[in-house]
C-alpha cells in the first residue's frame, strides 16, 4: 500500500535518490587519498602525515554518517505505527469528527426550537396586541357614536324644551289676555262707580 496516490497526469512522482553512506565513505577516503597526492605533487608544505590523518578523519566522518543512517533505518520501521494503528486513528479522528458535528447540529437544532417557541410567543402577544388596538379603536367608535346620540338626545329635548316653554309662555299670555278682558269688566260693574 503506498503512502501517495498517483498524480492525477498519470507521471510517477519524483523519488528522492538516497545517496548509500557506504558511498559516502568511499568518496571521502578517495578524496583524502587525491589530496594526498596532489600535496605530494604540488609540493605544498604540508606534511604526508597530516595528509593521512586529513583522509582518516574524512574516512571516519563517511563512516560515522553510514553508521547513523542505518541506525535511523533500522529504528525507523519499529517507530513509526503499522497501518492498521494509522487506519484506526483515522477512523477515530473521522468519528470524532462526525461526534462534533452531530453535537453542533444538536445544538443547532435545539436553538432553532428555542427560537420557534419564542417567535410563536411574539406572535401571539402582536395578535392579542393587535386584538385589544381594535377593540379600543370600536369602543372609541362606538365612544363617538354613542356620543352624538346623546348630543342629538339632548338637541332634541333642548329644542323641544325650548318648543314646550315658548308655547306654555304664550299660552299663559294668551290665558292672562283672555282672562284679563273679563276680569276688567267684572271689576268695573262691580266695583263703585
Known amino acids: 500500500m503506498s ?25 571521502a577516503t578517495v578524496l583524502g587519498l ?21 583522509t ?10 553510514t553508521w547513523r543512517v542505518r541506525v535511523r533505518e533500522h529504528r525507523a520501521p519499529t517507530s513509526a505505527p503499522d497501518q492498521g494503528e ?10 470524532d469528527a462526525f461526534d462534533h458535528a452531530n ?19 411574539q ?4 395578535r392579542q396586541l393587535v386584538a385589544e388596538a381594535e377593540h ?3 369602543l372609541i367608535n362606538m365612544d363617538r357614536a354613542e356620543a352624538e346620540a346623546v348630543q342629538a338626545i339632548i338637541l332634541s329635548h333642548t329644542q323641544t324644551d325650548a318648543r314646550r316653554q315658548r308655547v306654555r309662555e304664550w ?12 276680569i276688567n269688566i267684572l271689576s268695573d260693574l262691580i266695583g263703585p262707580k
Not at 589530496?35 to 602525515?49: G, H, R, W, Y
Not at 299660552?171 to 273679563?182: E, K, Q, Y
Request: hydrophobic share 50%; glycine share 4%; charged share 15%.
Open 103 to 121: 453535537n453542533a447540529f444538536a445544538d443547532a437544532t435545539t436553538l432553532m426550537e428555542e427560537l420557534r417557541q419564542e417567535l410563536a410567543t
Open 3 to 27: 503512502e501517495h496516490p498517483p498524480p492525477a497526469n498519470g507521471r510517477q512522482p519524483h523519488r528522492r535518490r538516497q545517496v548509500s553512506p557506504t558511498a559516502v565513505a568511499i568518496a
Open 56 to 65: 582518516l578523519g574524512l574516512l571516519a566522518i563517511g563512516i560515522v554518517i
Open 171 to 182: 299660552s299663559f299670555f294668551g290665558a292672562g289676555l283672555l282672562l284679563a278682558v273679563p
Open 123 to 126: 406572535e401571539a402577544a402582536h
Open 34 to 54: 587525491l589530496a594526498n597526492l596532489a600535496t605530494s605533487t604540488i609540493s605544498l608544505d604540508v606534511s604526508p602525515a597530516t595528509m593521512w590523518l586529513i
Open 86 to 95: 494509522l487506519l484506526q486513528l483515522r477512523v477515530q479522528r473521522v468519528s
Open 136 to 138: 379600543q379603536r370600536t
